[in-house]
């Protein structure tokens, strides 16, 4: 059975830290790249974190240093860190692996207030 199932989202004032979950069948998790990916009202989902089956991550120029992406292999797990969040990185964030398939999650809202 396909799933993802995002969690940890939820209001936070600038500057505040938040940290998301991503549960993924075993199908999705094993061997590929997991990325996180954000989509703010009025524009396209975009790609902020990525980590391959080894480990290895790359970041988005907005998230760089602020955003961790790390998983559990043993647990088919992604994980999000995200500290000194801004504004700009409201959004509903979904977790896929990389490429993307054509299902998605329902996301985990995540709102940054000034």
């Known amino acids: 059975q396909v799933q993802l199932v995002e969690s940890g989202g939820g209001l936070v004032q600038a500057g505040g830290s938040l940290s998301l979950s991503c549960a993924a069948s075993r199908s999705i998790f094993r061997r590929n790249a997991m990325g996180w990916y954000r989509q703010a009202l009025g524009k396209q989902r975009e790609l902020v974190a990525r980590?391959?089956?080894?480990?290895?991550?790359n970041y988005a120029d907005s998230v760089k240093g602020r955003f961790t992406i790390s998983r559990d292999n043993t647990k088919n797990t992604v994980y999000l860190q995200m500290n000194s969040l801004k504004p700009e990185d409201t959004g509903v964030y979904y977790c896929n692996r990389d490429p993307t398939m054509d299902y998605w999650g329902q996301g985990t809202q995540v709102t940054v207030s000034s």
């Open positions: 980590i391959t089956s080894g480990g290895n991550t």
